[in-house]
């Protein structure tokens, strides 16, 4: 089964309470709309007094996302992320940031996060969608090029050098390109809103926002409700891509060490301050699993975490228990 356009994970519940009347006292409404990219529904949200502000602040903030979309998609041939894994280099800005963030979380997750894990996904059928479980050997020779260390960042000239290794960009893309939105938002004078790429959410300014994480495996049940204010919120799943080959599920999230899909979680929420951080960690934590990953999330600032492991148990952080 193919089912890469799925993906929830969170649904926002509703506006808080009060909300009615901070509206009438101060004129403001809310602005919507909801554009396909980023390989999901993209819905930038803002509260504002001006319509035609806000509709620009909307505007430049999807071309924003659209920008980043050209540059970082794996799906988008001869694209700056295509030339690098071919020429094995580039002096392209944007993916620069990106992968140096990308290697901060490598290092934070000891190797779980790893964009190295190029070739695997396309060697397990996830690039084009047609799926296969390859074999040992197969895994072997090719896990000869993964690993975050072979990547070389030249700082002074903002130069990226592959040595052979190859990237994808998926487990942290999206996260950078909320973060982005967000800032131009601000930057257009926007104080409260969201951006929500297919479930993964930062809101801005003092409102407060309340959240639902859906359960993996039964998509009518909440597993729990979050209120959030100013702050990112990301899932990921098994359930978004995967594919079952005799009566086994593979899904899209591989295990840099071993070259096979992680198979301790289910479901990684992860709260953070910024959507890239809560990304890459939802990433991440899915291959570090429950203990590892639960002490990474508890050695960290404003961040929390929601892990459902493969038999269905539920573990929330300390900072979100109820
Ligand atoms: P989604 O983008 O579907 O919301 P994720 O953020 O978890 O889900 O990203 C999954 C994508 O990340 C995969 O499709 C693949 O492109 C990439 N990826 C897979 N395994 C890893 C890994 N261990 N580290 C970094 N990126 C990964
Ligand atoms: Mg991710």
Known sequence: MWCNRYKAGLILIAVLIFYGFIVACSKQNTFSETRFLLGTDVEIKVIAKNKPAAQRAINTAFSEIEGIEKITSSFIEGNELALL????????CELFNIIDESLYFSRLTNG???ITVSPLIKLWGFKIGKHKVPTDSEIKEILKIVGYQRIILDYKNKKVYLNKSRIDLGGIAKGYAIDNAI?????????KGLVNAGGDIRFIGDKTWSIGIQHPRMRSKLVKKIKLKNRAIVTSGDYERYFVENN?????????VTGYPATECVSITVIANDA????????????LGVTRGMRLIESLKDTEAIIIDSDGNIFTSEGIKD
Do not use: C, W
């Open 112 to 114: 779980a996060f790893d």
């Open 183 to 191: 800032k131009v938002l601000k930057t257009s004078g926007i104080k």
């Open 248 to 256: 086994k599920r593979y899904h899209h999230i591989i295990n840099p």
């Open 276 to 287: 890239l951080s809560a990304d890459a960690l939802a990433t991440g934590l899915f291959v």
């Open 85 to 92: 894994n071919k020429a094995g280099s580039s002096g392209n």
